[in-house]
């Protein structure tokens, strides 16, 4: 199957997309590199998450793996595009 282009909206879109999730990490980077992993939340997410997240660590396992699993649904919907799997030629 070929890729085609994407719009000149969907670029422009893609890249503010990319560009806030990039502000974003660093953001999240900055408050990293200065708070303990041990550090309580300073808001609350609501039940059930809410008792998991008890610290800086548990914070980022929740992202860690969020991340993982969209990029995961990510991965199977750009396999059912294109028709490539697996990692590449190796």
Request: proline share 10%.
């Amino acid at each position: 199957m070929a890729r085609r282009p994407c719009p000149p909206d969907d670029t422009a879109r893609a890249a503010g997309g990319f560009a806030f999730y990039e502000d974003q990490c660093r953001h999240s980077d900055a408050v990293i590199a200065r708070t303990p992993l041990s550090a309580p939340p300073q808001g609350r997410h609501p039940e059930p998450l809410g008792d998991e997240l008890a610290d800086l660590r548990g914070i980022i396992m929740h992202v860690i793996e969020e991340t993982a699993r969209h990029a995961g649904h990510l991965d199977i919907a750009r396999e059912l595009l294109d028709g490539r799997t697996g990692l590449g030629p190796r």
